[in-house]
């Protein structure tokens, strides 16, 4: 997601629960990402493309990759996480001033997104 002219990384969990993150400058390339944040991340989306992540390829790409069914649902999942933290955490809402405080109320968001699939909030 993009928030104030950066982009939300994230490496999420199969189970849905936001492992580590990152707001980066909107404009930054995902390859400095892949370095810093991602690692061993497998899965991307299509803006991965050419950084080592595997992801679906463009549809305007002359070698298309292979992406079986059972890796979009898994994308699905993590699509849902994001998703989660838009709409029912509101993400996107909100008057944040500085950078750090919107480091914070990102935090705080994605630790109640955490704890409500963990189970320990419902």
Not at 21 to 46: K, N, Q
Not at 68 to 73: D, F, N, T
């Amino acid at each position: 997601g993009m928030v104030w002219g950066f982009k939300l990384h994230a490496v999420v969990s199969l189970g849905g629960l936001f492992r580590r993150w990152a707001f980066v400058p909107a404009h930054a390339h995902e390859s400095r990402v892949v370095e810093g944040l991602l690692g061993r991340a497998t899965l991307g989306d299509r803006a991965y493309v050419g950084t080592g992540v595997y992801c679906p390829g463009r549809k305007n790409m002359k070698r298309q990759t292979f992406w079986p069914r059972a890796l979009s649902r898994l994308r699905k999942r993590i699509e849902t996480g994001f998703s989660s933290l838009v709409r029912s955490l509101h993400l996107h809402v909100g008057q944040v001033k500085t950078f750090g405080s919107l480091r914070a109320r990102a935090s705080l968001k994605i630790a109640a997104h955490n704890l409500m699939h963990s189970g320990v909030l419902v």
